[in-house]
């Protein structure tokens, strides 16, 4: 069974530029949760999706947002990037209330 | 205040050690995962323990949840450097879906 994919893998972007990151779940997995991650921490809980609606939702600004399709797929947007938006951002997919399988992450850099 | 706090955040010792990192909160949680994660890609599930009291062996690695289910360990004996990573620990709180995580414990360990 195929893996969480994410895509891009690398990313740079300028200053007040948008991005979007996309997430392909495990077949099967309707809950999708991202994460972002600065060097050197832990976790921080961006939303949660299942059935496309949004079910959990951290404490991070408005610039932050992020769908599910119909085939669980899922995508976040950052608008407006500012430098501290550099980071691990990832992706995992579950069963609801179950263990989290992770994808690799897209590492984005804003200059 | 993080709902699971994890001991130490840092842990640097030689191969052939043993060490413990501990994963403790006030709150009973239905179930406990370990993940282990390498620089620049996503975290990796170890083991889920879900029974107050149950010990689970992988390989070197044995992880505990405690009988009140409000704390784990993860025990490395004879540590490699292939152990090296950081170690976080995840649980689900009795009727909550969202996955609660622990800050992590970065662990080094040299040849």
């Known amino acids: 069974k195929a893996g969480v994919t994410q895509t891009p893998r690398y990313l740079i972007k300028t200053r007040g530029q948008q991005v979007t990151l996309s997430c392909s779940p495990i077949?099967?997995?309707?809950?999708v949760s991202w994460y972002q991650q600065t060097p050197g921490q832990g976790l921080q809980f961006l939303f949660e999706y299942f059935s496309e609606t949004q079910r959990n939702k951290g404490n991070f600004p408005g610039r932050f947002s992020g769908r599910q399709f119909s085939n669980s797929r899922s995508e976040m947007n950052v608008s407006t990037l500012e430098l501290g938006d550099s980071a691990l951002y990832l992706c995992?997919?579950?069963?609801?209330?179950?263990?989290?399988?992770f994808g690799p992450g897209t590492r984005l850099t804003v200059t | 205040t993080q709902l699971l706090e994890q001991s130490p955040q840092f842990l640097s010792i030689q191969e052939g050690e043993n060490l413990t990192v501990y994963c403790n909160s006030s709150?009973?949680?239905?179930?406990l995962q370990w993940y282990r994660q390498e620089p620049g890609e996503g975290p990796v599930l170890l083991v889920t323990?879900?029974?107050g009291g149950e010990v689970k062996k992988l390989k070197r690695l044995t992880f505990q949840f405690g009988d009140a289910r409000k704390d784990s360990s993860l025990h490395i004996t004879a540590a490699q450097p292939g152990d090296t990573g950081l170690y976080l620990c995840?649980?689900?709180?009795?009727?909550?879906?969202?996955?609660?995580w622990g800050a992590g414990t970065k662990l080094i360990i040299k040849p």
């Open positions: 995840a649980g689900h709180m009795d009727s909550n879906y969202q996955l609660i």
């Open positions: 995992a997919s579950s069963f609801p209330g179950r263990e989290q399988y």
């Open positions: 709150s009973v949680f239905s179930s």
């Open positions: 077949s099967g997995h309707r809950s």
């Open positions: 323990v879900v029974t």
